[in-house]
């Protein structure tokens, strides 16, 4: 029995279960079972069956985020398409390899999902579209320009004659696509741009979802893994004879120089056999390192002579010198963990032709490279059946550890499918976490209290170099989120006269990844916060102050004014309510928060009573979707802010589960009100930008309830009752 498939509910005495059956086979995507090359096929994108009912590939995932529906939507707008009968599966990246890559990009992250592939998804439901009016014209014998299509059916308009898609899909689909098919203008959309209820809602509320943990084969065995806890560390020795003879054990190996592996018949007697196991580790050389000298040194970073410079304009640093007046300020960023509810995991078959891996992956296209190698075949004899995710944040994009890690194992077990899944405290323990930064903010102003000039130095940690990436000139654009020159991405809010924002790096050793939300996270905190010191500290209004700078960025500044005009901002607050500004910009986006809070004045408890979010990503095509991913960016924004923290002690992260790395709990959720504002001409992403103004609007709103300053999170270290 499916333990996330069996409800127990209790009211008033009346206990009612029920179970829905899981069938062992239906572990494998429809994709799996040959669905991608079933007929007829118009496209690649569009597959319309006898009935009518019509599949729409997506190349993206799906891990929450509503990207399958949201270039669905996108398809099925172009293809004139009957919603209703509209369903989505996967296409693979081995037949995306195979076909040259027809779907291009299979990468999801960086809210990249509809901004990098609506044009050419939109193209392909257009072009379905011109084939099945041509093939209805050809049946008829008259020409296409007398057709039209509208919700999958096909009219005559002369005479009066229609053909649904179904009739002329096999027809369609033996012609020769054109090249050459004009797009709709936004202005005219029928399905993209509405408040559509998502594809996969009703599956995920029956159980009836798939996803990597689920999956179950005919002889499928479990593995349980355990690396070594310490960063660098290796294994030393273990006794396997402790625990072979256990029940349904089949397998006790070393994975690699730093891991062990058990495989059983089942997961939990593999993980408990794993648990009894005595491991004997090498620690390596990281083994006396701890949280107080990674803080160390990139505190001496902040002031060292070197450093990569990110943006700048004018002389920075001889301005401040000769300012009438300095601001300075330093704060810091922690560790954080993606903390998924779904733990890493993959389920491999491994023979010497060929290698098959059921896993979810925010990159099939990087998954099933990892296979291959792992595999030791070509990628043309691998493939990775993507599932939907329970949730990505980043942690299944750039790396696919666990990816290498089945397929090795699969490998020790020829022709037999092997599951791997990580415990929760492997999964926190071996994490590639949110980089740690600290950054020293020096502001000079002249005798009236204007900014004249602003240096951020940032101290810390580069994703790209964690990754293995090159670096042009040293430098990480990462880096820099938020506070980049003028353009379409990631680009700073205010002028200044003289700017510098460099960054000093430094590496520790535990491995950085890409974390929901990036390095704009905490580049809006430092900026966002410490332009609130400075309108504070010069008695200015932190709205007029932000007004003043904000001149030359119209789009950032309208979705300030948004959120401060429906906030009340200038307007008192209720008796005990503060309120705190944030804006950046990022993955192509415009956003600004004002957040409200309160503060128990005996315990020191901070209430965030509601926020206000506003959104410009040029172009919204599921407005409820927008909504829905900014109310959970800051389920996942406030939960950092409020409580994550990954310490290092002793080599290893000191965090190993929920209960030492807290979320937002549902009655900590403040209420969320969001100012959707599509200005057209761009297409931003909505998943992730949101996030980054959370925290700064909360701490600025608490600094205007306590008058003091939080510069390092979480919030849960700071006593906001004692004097600063």
């Known amino acids: 029995m499916n333990a996330r498939r069996d409800f127990l509910k209790l009211a008033g005495g009346l206990v009612v279960a029920f179970h829905i059956p899981f069938d062992a086979a239906a572990g494998q995507p429809p994709i799996a079972k040959g669905a991608a090359t079933a007929t007829p096929e118009v496209n690649a994108w569009v597959v319309v069956k006898p009935d009518d009912s019509i599949v729409i590939r997506i190349a993206r995932s799906e891990m ?40 291009g990009s299979f990468s999801t992250g960086g809210s990249r999902g509809v901004r990098e592939s609506h044009d050419y998804v939109r193209k392909g439901g257009a072009i379905a579209r011109t084939m099945l009016v041509q093939a209805a014209a050809d049946a008829w014998r008259v020409p296409a320009s007398e057709c039209v299509a509208s919700s999958s059916v096909i009219t005559h308009k002369p005479s009066g004659r229609t053909v649904s898609y179904g009739k002329v899909a096999d027809a369609a689909a033996k012609l020769t696509p054109p090249t050459d098919v004009p797009l709709k203008d936004p202005k005219d959309w029928k399905l993209a741009g509405k408040r559509l209820a998502r594809l996969d809602t009703v599956d995920k509320t029956t159980g009836a979802q798939i996803y990597g943990m689920d999956i179950r084969m005919p002889g499928m065995l479990n593995a349980a893994i355990k690396d070594c806890p310490v960063f660098g560390g290796t294994v030393k020795h273990f006794d396997a004879a402790a625990i072979d003879k256990r029940p349904g054990i089949k397998k006790v190996f070393k994975l690699g120089d730093s891991a062990v592996v058990v495989v059983a018949d089942t997961w939990w007697r593999a993980k408990s056999a794993l648990d009894a196991l005595p491991i004997e580790w090498d620690k390596g050389p990281n083994a006396h390192l701890s949280q107080k000298d990674i803080q160390a040194t990139l505190k001496a970073a902040l002031d060292a002579p070197e450093a990569v410079v990110g943006n700048a304009n004018g002389d920075a640093k001889a301005a401040i010198k000769a300012s009438a007046r300095k601001i300075e300020a330093v704060y ?27 896993t979810p992956t925010q990159n099939g296209e990087a998954a099933l490279a990892a296979t291959a190698e792992a595999a030791g075949l070509p990628a043309a004899k691998c493939d990775v059946y993507k599932m939907h995710l329970g949730g990505g944040f980043g942690r ?34 071996h994490g590639r976490y949110h980089p740690i930064t600290q ?56 002028s200044f006269p003289h700017l510098l924002v ?14 929901r939300g990036v390095n704009l996270n905490q580049n809006t905190i430092y900026l966002e916060c410490f332009m609130d010191e400075i ?15 904000m001149a030359d960025h119209p789009k950032h500044l309208a979705v300030l004014n948004a959120v401060a005009e429906k906030a009340g901002w200038g307007k008192p607050a209720p008796k005990g309510v503060y309120r705190g500004l944030a804006q950046t910009m990022g993955f192509g986006s415009y956003v600004a928060a004002c957040a409200e809070v309160s503060v128990d004045r005996k315990t020191g408890k901070v209430k965030i009573l509601r926020i206000i979010a506003a959104t410009d990503p040029g172009y919204a095509v599921n407005p409820q979707q927008i909504e829905a991913q900014v109310e959970g ?56 930008p949101t996030i980054a103004v959370a925290a700064p609007a909360v701490l600025n709103a608490i600094f205007a309830a306590t008058g003091k300053r939080v510069r390092d999170l979480p919030l849960k270290n700071h006593d906001l009752l004692k004097k600063a």
């Not at 696919?400 to 415990?423: C, F, N, Y």
């Not at 309108?535 to 003043?548: G, I």
């Open 64 to 103: 929450g985020q509503g990207t399958l529906t949201g270039l669905a939507q996108l398809v099925a707008e172009e293809l004139d398409a009957d919603w209703s009968k509209v369903t989505t599966e996967y296409p693979s990246p081995g037949q995306n390899l195979a076909r040259k890559r027809v779907w």
């Open 332 to 358: 810091s960023f922690p560790w954080l963990n993606h903390a998924t509810m779904e733990t890493m995991n993959a389920t491999a078959l491994w023979t010497p032709e060929r290698c098959e891996v059921w």
């Open 396 to 429: 299944r994009g750039a790396t696919h550890d666990w990816v290498t890690q089945a397929v090795k194992i699969a490998r020790e077990m020829p022709g037999t499918p092997v599951k791997l899944i990580w415990s929760r405290e492997e999964d926190m323990l």
């Open 439 to 494: 950054c020293k903010l020096t502001a000079g102003l002249d005798a009236k209290g204007n900014v004249t000039a602003l240096h951020m130095r940032i101290a810390g940690q580069s994703i790209l170099a964690s990754l293995g990436s090159t670096l042009k000139d040293g430098k990480d654009p990462v880096v820099f989120q938020g506070l980049n020159a003028p353009g379409p991405e990631a680009s700073i809010g205010y």
């Open 502 to 515: 460099d960054h000093a790096m430094r590496n520790p050793p535990v491995p950085a990844g890409f974390w």
């Open 535 to 549: 309108a504070h500290a010069t008695k200015q209004d932190p709205l007029a102050f932000r007004r003043k700078l």
């Open 633 to 688: 960016s800051f389920v996942y924004g406030l939960s950092a802010a409020l409580y994550g923290e990954c310490t290092l002690k002793d080599g290893q992260m000191e965090q190993q589960n929920f209960d030492t790395y807290r979320v937002l709990k549902l009655d900590e959720m403040p209420k969320v009100e969001s100012i959707i504002m599509p200005s057209g001409g761009f297409w931003g992403g909505v998943g992730e």
